[in-house]
């Protein structure tokens, strides 16, 4: 395992949004799913995807909080610009599990 300093650490911006639109990506080499989370009024609604199909359904992921780093530079993926990444654990088959906070809070809430 690599350390880093806490300067490093604190460079990563993770952010708690709200998904409030999630759709099917069939142009993924991967299945996938677009999504849209509300990170508040400071940084509004922004996009991007996630390789978490295998565990949840669209319907049931509008309105859940997320845990997101918010801070990277947009990234091309397909025909979609990501303008964050929704973090998650994975499993030993390989599905991913969305890392949520404990208790519902603002959107746009800082982890400190």
Do not use: C, H
Not at 8 to 33: K, N, S, W
């Amino acid at each position: 395992m690599q350390t880093i300093s806490w300067q490093d650490f604190e460079m990563v911006e993770l952010r708690v949004g709200t998904l409030v639109r999630v759709e099917p990506f069939p142009e993924a080499r991967r299945p996938a799913y677009k999504v849209w989370a509300d990170f508040g009024p400071e940084l509004g609604v922004r996009k991007s995807s996630a390789q978490i199909t295998d565990l949840y359904r669209p319907e049931a992921l509008v309105g859940r909080q997320i845990v997101a780093v918010v801070n990277f530079p947009p990234k091309q993926i397909g025909p979609l610009q990501s303008e964050f990444l929704l973090t998650g654990f994975y499993r030993p088959d390989g599905a991913v599990v969305i890392a949520i906070p404990e208790q519902a809070v603002q959107n746009g809430a800082k982890l400190g």
